[in-house]
């Protein structure tokens, strides 16, 4: 289901990215005119971009050149493949944003339009439980899960991949939300789930609602 877009809200954006110069928030206004999803002020709202914005950040702190393309795995929007291809202190070769869901191909394409145009970025539809990374042309140099909550059994999902795969994951204890599966208590509870076999990074980023928490490493 798309949303008609307001005229006022629109200019707003539009005014925002020109008052920033910031490329993303053109390519987001751009989205809105075009007739956006109605949960795309949920995929960009404030809390969203600055979860997406700390993963960048240590990202660049801990891996910033992944040795092949980096898969964003239940990827919505492709909000984060679009913040990972403009940041300048990571080198990404390509983003391939995959979600399960078929409306997010079109509308995560749309947004990253100047990636595709240049063959940085591409949407796939699929479920991440069902990937073989093995029969991949080139091995992704890094696996972003950060809807790690929305899935039945991580561990099991986890087994599936390549050992020693870089992978940044997600998750929160925002239990109540009832899309929620795989909730952790903890960051302690969630390295437990994710049980990496090395672990480059640890945090914690508290929120109003709940707290969010990322791993990154190796499987
Ligand atoms: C609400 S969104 C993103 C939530 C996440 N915490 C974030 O901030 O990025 C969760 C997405 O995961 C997708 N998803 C859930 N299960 C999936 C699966 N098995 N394979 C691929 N995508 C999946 C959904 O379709 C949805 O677009």
């Given at each position: 289901m798309t949303q008609e877009p307001s005229e006022a809200f629109h200019d707003i954006l539009r005014g925002?990215?020109?008052?920033?110069?910031?490329?993303?928030?053109?390519?987001?206004a751009r989205l809105y005119g075009k007739g956006?999803?109605?949960d795309?002020?949920?995929?960009?709202?404030h809390k969203q971009i600055a979860s997406k914005q700390w993963l960048v950040e240590t990202l660049a702190e801990t891996l910033p050149r992944p040795d092949g393309p980096v898969w964003v795995l239940g990827a919505?929007?492709?909000?984060?493949?679009?913040?990972?291809?403009?940041?300048?202190?990571?080198?990404?070769?390509e983003v391939v944003s995959?979600?399960?869901?078929?409306?997010?191909?079109?509308?995560?394409?749309?947004?990253?339009?100047?990636?595709?145009?240049?063959k940085r970025f591409r949407a796939i539809t699929a479920d991440?439980?069902?990937?073989?990374?093995a029969a991949q042309e080139r091995r992704p140099g890094l696996v972003i899960n950060t809807?790690?909550?929305h899935l039945d059994d991580v561990p099991g999902w986890l087994a599936t991949l390549p050992a020693?795969?870089?992978?940044?994951?997600?998750?929160?204890?925002?239990?109540?939300?009832?899309?929620?599966?795989?909730?952790?208590?903890?960051l302690e509870a969630f390295q437990e789930q994710a049980n990496l076999s090395e672990t480059w990074f640890t945090g914690a980023l508290p929120t109003k609602n709940y707290t969010r928490f990322m791993l990154i490493g190796a499987r």
């Open positions: 925002v990215a020109a008052l920033t110069r910031n490329p993303v928030a053109a390519d987001i956006a999803p109605v795309l002020s949920i995929a960009v709202n919505w929007y492709g909000v984060l493949g679009a913040l990972l291809l403009e940041e300048p202190q990571l080198a990404i070769s995959l979600d399960i869901d078929p409306g997010c191909a079109i509308v995560a394409e749309t947004l990253n339009h100047r990636h595709v145009t240049a991440m439980t069902g990937l073989d990374f809807s790690c909550e020693g795969l870089p992978l940044l994951l997600q998750s929160n204890d925002y239990f109540r939300e009832p899309d929620h599966r795989s909730c952790v208590a903890s």
